[in-house]
Nanobody
Framework: QVQLVESGGDLVQPGGSLRLSCAAS????????MGWYRQAPGKQRELVAA??????DYADSVKGRFTISRDNAKNTIYLQMNSLKPEDTAVYYC?????????WGEGTQVTVFS
């Protein structure tokens, strides 16, 4: 059974930092492209950052502030979020993708408030 479990969401003030984690089980983790998505109230889910075995990609809105990384030994990906803004407020989801397989986590809430 595939499981993706996110953690690390919290309330934080603008300019603050958070580190999200996503632990995967039930998949051959190292071959999967892993990604972080987010969905704010009333908005569509959007890609935040993705990581393959050799490369990373970021949404323009988070470039220079967020860093995605993976630890294949721990079957875990991370999202280091710095200089957080109120517009970063959303539920953050982890996704695993390989060929026609897609798996999602349940999400973790990030709220940036003054």
């Amino acid at each position: 059974q595939v499981q993706l479990v996110e953690s690390g969401g919290d309330l934080v003030q603008p300019g603050g930092s958070l580190r999200l984690s996503c632990a995967a089980s039930g998949i051959s983790f190292s071959i999967y492209t892993m990604g972080w998505y987010r969905q704010a109230p009333g908005k569509q889910r959007e890609l935040v950052a993705a990581i393959t075995r050799t490369s990373t990609d970021y949404a323009d809105s988070v470039k220079g502030r967020f860093t995605i990384s993976r630890d294949n030994a721990k079957n875990t990906i991370y999202l280091q979020m710095n200089s957080l803004k109120p517009e970063d407020t959303a539920v953050y989801y982890c996704k695993a993708h390989w060929t026609f397989y897609d798996y999602w986590g349940e999400g973790t809430q990030v709220t940036v408030f003054s």
